[in-house]
């Protein structure tokens, strides 16, 4: 975390993409080219509802949380996106179709995204960022699908645990709304889950 | 269905890929060289919880089951498999780890399936299947994650409906223990549920 933050964020960019595919500096120079800087402020949205998402965002400072609203008016996060996370809505982004969800910066928040359309023209300009791509929904697919298994097979304790163990640096920086809303609990129920588990210490 | 039956299983590959991606005549015939094919009987396992997953599949014919079985031993299906599907643990075939789901055929099943081995020639050898398999990747992502949205803020009634409306094929070929299995509801929630639609008609 804190060696990201000192870092440029194109350079962030690369050490992010560089866990999937290698590239030259020829290569990452036509590829971040086709990026550019963005700044949320913090209760901002980049995404709404509704609204077509026209751009693929990587976080490079901030926090930012995704997650849709049900017909009770309840909100239930989706995820974080913390630096170093991408955020987007795929299936708005991929098929141009109203977004499904919204995105919301929850503190001052700054990523560099690339737009739809220089998307597309990056596949035919530098097609080997086509593995990059298939690397990297990968391993969205297998986040996602962990997220589901946990959410259908695991108590809202033993999920609590596992959060705030795999993202100690996302759950500091968290209200209990957020992560009441991550868990999908009420409030009342996070604070009886940590009542407890103090008392067990 | 009736005509994906009839289609020879090759043909019924290419079929679903070029909905994604087109492929010459001389090309398709590298991409199946690299496909198997295989039968699972009813009930019979295609991956078990803790194996390391060799192979991804696609169903030609059948339907499977894809779960995973709680600390109560309570099964919670993440989705059908049924002719037309893709099929694997994508963490577990990705990385080589031991599988968290189970695969279980419900229907006299037939697939067809790339090893992890062959899955990384083919990669090599015809360098087009990464757009192939970065699109296919997408239309997971964006299918899981309607499903996680659907699960964290729909009601069991919601997406009953919405389950027997998007898959009547798949519906009528369901006990109603895998259904409620599917919508995380008990089996008597899921009666209570059809009793009152009956009610309303």
């Not at 402020?41 to 849709?68: A, M, P, W």
């Not at 795999?166 to 709304?177: D, S, V």
Request: no cysteine; proline share 2%; glycine share 4%.
């Amino acid at each position: 975390m804190s060696i990201q933050i000192l870092m440029k964020p194109f350079e962030h960019l690369r050490n992010n993409i560089e866990k999937h595919v290698q590239f030259s500096d020829s290569e990452f120079e036509i590829l971040s080219g086709f990026f550019k800087q963005k700044k949320i402020n913090k209760k901002e949205f980049l995404l709404q509802y509704g609204e077509i998402s026209r751009l693929e965002g990587f976080v490079t400072q901030g926090l930012l949380k995704i997650y849709t609203i049900d017909y009770e008016g309840k909100d239930h996060t989706i995820y974080f996106a913390d630096s170093d996370w991408w955020v987007g809505d795929i299936g708005s982004f991929t098929n141009q179709t109203p977004a499904n969800l919204f995105i919301e910066a929850i503190e001052d928040s700054e990523i560099l995204y690339i737009s739809f359309e220089d998307k597309e023209k990056l596949f035919q300009e530098l097609p080997k960022v086509e593995e990059l791509f298939r690397r990297m929904g990968q391993f969205r697919l297998i986040a996602l699908q962990q997220r589901l298994i946990d959410h259908l097979s695991k108590t809202a304790d033993t999920r609590y645990e596992e959060f705030i163990t795999k993202y100690p640096q996302i759950a500091n920086r968290l209200t209990n709304l957020h992560i009441a809303s991550y868990l999908g609990i009420s409030h009342e129920f996070l604070s009886k889950i940590r009542r407890k588990r103090t008392h067990h210490k």
